[in-house]
């Protein structure tokens, strides 16, 4: 399913990416300030999974970034943490799966849940089995996307 | 595809888990194709010497379709009887032994060498080992018991002294009659007959559940295998107390629960009858040895609370380790890569939701999660 280059500058406000969130989400906190986006819900993969505290801020012209504050996720020694940026975002799309008319609660939510899933079994079987990409050189959430 | 419910997840894992200690089918075709070419060259043996006729098969839990990959080896074990024709007036024990033995170096030495198995003498089997496979064949001497026709034999016991009834075509039938609805099952999906099902393969419930039985055993008894319950006291009370419709998970959980009740009592003795031979006592060395049946009771009790324990969440990566404490680390460990193949494919072919409120993935219901790559370093 291919993208093409919208002909006019097409994006949904921030007003409007928090109410989704807030609908689908009802538990979780969202916060617009200056044109910035905050939010904080907790999501669980499965049923048997435990339940993260996630936090995304957006603003429009960066793509959302990603982190969970609780619990603090620590890799086993020897092992780094797979598929995030060095300040610890999650990498969940390449540049191209994502872009600001889409709603977050949509995409990005979905996205991360599949990654704490992923992130899991990762830890019990030391691979990640959640597809993606490795890029050539380390990561910083600079040098990534827009 | 459901991770909304702990008996949906931990039935993903365990039936991962004991497809991986299964045997593969390409290795029991080749043991299949095997023991019929025994079979086959005793047959012809025997028809030229003009004796009675010589049987091959299978028995034991490659008959009943529950095998498990034996601990700490790579290689499985294939249970056959070699049933010649001779009344038991006109051979004894210990001649029963010798002449199977040399029925199958006869066999060997009519192939070329480099494609003859191995072979061992047992107290009362022989054993073939193939070279490359990942198997050994035992084969039990035995001959036809008139009192048991059809498939009742008499075998010799360790000491070669007694005869021994057995039957163990009679008791796989049976065992097989205790999983018929999921056979049928089986056979429609797969467009085929229930006779055409063969044995060996696990298609039913019963058959996985006494897979997982016998796996959480062989670790739970790994540093005291003598007191290890025997398989076949094992399979028969599992059989006896399965219920058919339920997950996999919870079939364990209940069978784990209710398998004591089937053990009777006579006269201060535990007696788990052998439903073809009644006079037979698959619990018979409790009595001599009283403390199996406390171990085999604490056996049980200890596979409930790993199943629950493993059901109590606190991430994918405890229940994992907890399963694999029970399991086996390796085995579980795939079934969880599995688990996550599964998933990622499921997202690839469109199918993957997540629940709005909890972000619990699923196929049911909620929010498609759409196509995307994760980014960054693996």
């Not at chain 1, 921030?14 to 609908?23: F, I, T």
């Not at chain 2, 033995?101 to 060498?113: K, Q």
Request: include cysteine; aromatic fraction near 8%; hydrophobic fraction near 35%.
């Amino acid at each position: 399913m291919g993208r093409h280059k919208p002909s006019a500058y097409r994006h949904l406000s921030v007003a409007v990416q928090a109410a989704a969130l807030k609908r689908d989400f009802p538990r979780g906190e969202a916060r617009v300030e200056r044109s910035k986006l905050t939010w904080v819900g907790e999501l669980q993969p499965s049923v048997l999974s435990a339940p993260y505290t996630v936090r995304i801020d957006y603003r429009l012209g960066r793509r959302p970034r990603v982190k969970v504050i609780d619990p603090e996720l620590e890799p086993p020694p020897e092992r780094t943490l797979p598929h995030s940026f060095t300040e610890g975002d999650l990498c969940l799309h390449f540049a191209d799966d994502w872009s600001e008319d889409q709603l977050i609660t949509k995409t990005i939510v979905p996205w991360a849940c599949e990654w704490l899933l992923h992130y899991e079994l990762w830890l019990a079987t030391d691979r990640w089995c959640g597809g993606g990409h490795e890029p050539r050189r380390s990561l910083t959430s600079e040098s990534e996307g827009r | 595809m459901s991770l909304n419910s702990p008996e949906e997840i931990l039935t993903l894992l365990l039936q991962s888990t004991v497809e991986d200690l299964d045997i593969p089918e390409a290795l029991a075709l080749r043991a299949i194709g095997e023991y019929q070419s025994v079979g086959k060259f005793l047959a012809d043996r025997y028809d030229d010497l003009g004796e009675p006729e010589a049987l091959i098969y299978p028995q034991g839990s490659f008959r009943i379709g529950t095998v498990v990959r034996p601990l700490g080896r790579d290689d499985y074990d294939i249970d056959l009887v070699l049933r010649l024709g001779f009344a038991k007036e006109n051979i004894s024990q210990a001649a029963l032994k010798a002449r199977s033995g040399e029925d199958l170096t006869a066999y060997r030495e009519s192939l070329e060498n480099s494609h003859a198995p191995g072979m061992e003498e047992g107290k009362r089997c022989w054993t073939l080992r193939y070279p490359a496979a990942r198997f050994h064949m035992d084969l039990l001497p035995g001959i036809p018991n008139p009192e048991a026709a059809p498939h009742g034999i008499l075998i010799t016991d360790r000491e070669l002294q007694r005869w021994q009834s057995s039957n163990p075509i009679g008791y796989a039938d049976w065992f097989r009659s205790q999983m018929l609805d999921d056979l049928v099952r089986f056979a429609k999906e797969a467009k085929t007959e229930v006779e055409e099902v063969e044995d060996w393969r696990a298609v039913s419930m019963l058959q996985r559940a006494v897979q997982v039985l016998k796996r959480h055993r062989d670790l739970y008894f790994e540093a005291n295998p003598e007191d290890a319950p025997p398989s076949i006291l094992v399979s028969t009370l599992a059989a006896r107390s399965y219920r058919s419709g339920l997950a996999l998970y919870s079939t364990v959980r209940v069978m784990a629960q209710e398998m004591p009740f089937y053990i009777e009592h006579d006269n201060g003795k535990f007696v788990v009858p052998n439903p073809v031979q009644p006079d037979e006592n698959f619990a018979d060395r409790w009595g001599k040895h009283p403390h199996r049946k406390v171990m085999f009771d604490a056996w049980l009790t200890a596979l409930q609370r790993d199943l629950d324990d493993a059901g109590g969440g606190g991430g994918l990566d405890r229940v994992v380790e907890r399963l694999g404490e029970a399991f086996g680390p390796e085995p579980v460990r795939k079934a969880a890569e599995k688990l996550g193949i599964a998933t990622r494919e499921t997202r690839e072919s469109g199918r993957l939701r997540m629940a709005v409120g909890s972000g619990i993935l699923g196929t049911s219901h909620g929010t498609r999660v759409r196509p995307h790559g994760f980014y960054g370093t693996s």
